[in-house]
């Protein structure tokens, strides 16, 4: 993603459209709420299986790179993505302790999200993203998006908010201590 003049954007763009020829090119100008609704349609159909594991990187080293490439193979499950993003821009702008979200330094996220249909493949698919998701940690800064963890990450809930963690907790300790508010990656109120 761009976000800036078009005319700037093409320029840094150019080389990558001489690379090879793409499998498809979506590139070009357009609003920000289209760009976050493009893979919606491949999310809706009912009953696939989705899996999901996700690390911020300070740096996109060789070693990165080779570990993301060797990673991928074999790809497995017919709806299976792999996204790699440079975090950069406003939200760098804010304090990390202003909000919630600590993980504002910038750097690059990777996001493993394998989906299939049957069943049956759904230890072999989902043992691929652990594994995946394994080798590419010693590269990662401990940090994840809580709106990407698996519903088996419940640990890695400290990680989602940094130092952040324990001032939540105390928050949801004042407002809600009985954690009705519990039906999603849950903060739990502090028990001090």
């Known amino acids: 993603t761009w976000l800036g003049p078009v005319e700037e954007g093409e ?18 100008p357009q609003p920000y709420v289209v760009l976050q609704q493009s893979f919606d349609a491949g999310m809706a159909p009912k009953g696939n299986r989705w899996y999901s594991r996700y690390h911020y990187m300070d740096a996109l080293t060789d070693e990165v790179i080779d570990t993301i490439v060797e990673g991928i193979e074999p790809f497995p499950g017919e709806f299976t993505t792999v996204y790699l993003a440079q975090e950069s ?72 908010y940094g130092a952040n963690y324990t001032r939540l907790r105390e928050v949801k300790a004042k407002w809600d201590p009985e954690n009705v508010l519990r039906m999603n990656h849950n903060v739990a109120p502090s028990t001090d």
């Open 11 to 28: 320029a840094v763009l150019a080389p990558f459209r001489q690379f090879e020829d793409p499998i498809f090119d979506m590139v070009g």
């Open 89 to 160: 821009g406003a939200p760098g702008r804010v304090a990390p302790d202003a909000t919630a979200f600590p993980h504002r330094a910038g750097g690059y996220s990777i996001h493993v999200f394998p989906g299939w249909v049957d069943p049956a493949a759904d230890e072999s698919i989902m043992g691929w993203a652990r594994g995946f998701s394994d080798a590419i940690a010693p590269h990662a800064n401990g940090g994840v998006y809580v709106n990407m963890l698996a519903e088996d990450e419940a640990d890695r809930m400290p990680d989602a």
